[in-house]
C-alpha cells in the first residue's frame, strides 16, 4: 500500500545538524592531515601554508555545500511560516465572514422580533379601543332609547333635515347646527371613534387600511350617517380627511341621492371628495397630519 503521507518539511533541526557536520568535517580534515603527516609540531612557515591549502581546499567546497544547504533551508522554513500565516489569515477571513452573516441574521431575527412585538402591542391597543368604543357606543342614551336604537334616533332627525337641504352649504351648515343641539349626548361617542380612527391611521409598519375596514365594519347604517355629519363639523378636517382617504363612506345610505342631486363635482366636493364614497379607495395611504 501506497503511503500518501506528506514528507515532513526541513526543521530548524537540520540546521543543527549542518552545523555539527562542518564541525565534524573540520576536525576530520585535521585527523586526517595528522594521521597521513606525523612528526613534531612544525614552526616552519611553510608547512603552515602546506596545512592551510590542504585544510582550505578540502573544507572550503564542504563548508559552500552546508552554507547552501542551510540556505536553502532557511528559505524552505520561511516559505513554510508565510503559507501558515496565510492560511490563518484566511481562517480568520472566513470565520469573520461567517460572523458578519450570523450577526446580519442576528439582526434580521431581532428585527422580525421587534416588528412582531410591535403588531402585538399595536394589535393589543387596537381591540381593547375598538372594545371601550363599542361601550361607549351602548351607552348613548336618547329619552327611553339607548345604544344602536338611540344612534338610530339621532340618524334620523339628522338625515331628516339633511334632506331638505338644497345645496352642499346648507347641509354643512345644517349638520354644524343639529350635532351641537346633540353634542353633550354624542361627545363621548364621537371622540372615542375619531381617537380609534387617527391611532390607527398615524400608526407605522402596518396596513392601517386593513384596521380602518374592522372598524367600519363595526358601524352600522345610522353609525355611518352619523360618521358622515361628524366629518362635516368645521373643527374635524382631520377627521373628514381620514373619512375621504379610507372611504368610509361606501356604505352611506344617501350617497347615490347625493351624487345625483349636486350634479356638479365642485358642489360634491364642498362636502366629501368623490373617494369617500368609492370602493376603490380602499387602499392604504400615507397617514394625514392632524
Not at 331628516?160 to 352642499?168: D, F, G, L, M, P
Request: glycine share 4%; proline share 3%; net charge negative.
Amino acid at each position: 500500500m501506497t503511503d500518501n503521507t506528506n514528507p515532513k518539511p526541513p526543521t530548524r533541526d537540520a540546521l543543527f545538524y549542518i552545523f555539527v557536520a562542518a564541525i565534524l568535517c573540520g576536525v576530520g580534515v585535521i585527523i586526517i592531515y595528522r594521521y597521513n603527516f606525523q612528526g613534531d609540531f612544525s614552526v616552519t612557515q611553510g608547512d603552515w601554508g602546506s596545512f592551510g591549502d590542504f585544510v582550505g581546499g578540502t573544507l572550503n567546497p564542504l563548508f559552500s555545500l552546508f552554507a547552501l544547504l542551510a540556505l536553502l533551508i532557511t528559505i524552505r522554513l520561511q516559505n513554510d511560516a508565510l503559507r501558515m500565516s496565510q492560511k490563518a489569515l484566511e481562517v480568520n477571513q472566513h470565520e469573520l465572514s461567517l460572523s458578519r452573516e450570523e450577526m446580519a441574521l442576528t439582526r434580521l431575527e431581532l428585527e422580525g422580533s421587534k416588528e412582531a412585538l410591535n403588531k402585538q402591542n399595536f394589535e393589543s391597543s387596537f381591540f381593547n379601543m375598538l372594545k371601550a368604543f363599542r361601550d361607549i357606543a351602548k351607552d348613548v342614551q336618547r329619552s327611553e332609547a339607548q345604544g344602536n336604537e338611540a344612534l338610530r334616533l339621532y340618524s334620523k332627525v339628522l338625515l331628516r333635515h339633511i334632506a331638505e337641504s338644497q345645496t352642499a352649504d346648507e347641509v354643512i351648515a345644517t349638520v354644524n347646527d343639529r350635532l351641537f343641539a346633540v353634542q353633550y349626548a354624542l361627545s363621548n361617542y364621537f371622540k372615542s371613534l375619531e381617537v380609534l380612527l387617527n391611532y390607527v391611521d398615524t400608526a407605522s409598519e402596518i396596513n392601517s387600511a386593513f384596521y380602518i375596514e374592522i372598524i367600519e365594519s363595526q358601524l352600522n347604517s345610522p353609525e355611518i350617517t352619523l360618521l358622515f355629519c361628524y366629518g362635516l363639523l368645521e373643527h374635524n378636517p382631520h377627521v373628514k380627511n381620514i373619512i375621504e382617504r379610507y372611504s368610509l363612506l361606501y356604505n352611506f345610505e344617501l350617497k347615490t341621492e347625493y351624487m345625483e342631486r349636486f350634479d356638479t363635482d365642485k358642489e360634491i366636493a364642498k362636502m366629501y371628495d368623490k373617494n369617500a364614497y368609492t370602493m376603490s379607495a380602499h387602499i392604504p395611504k400615507t397617514p394625514s397630519t392632524p
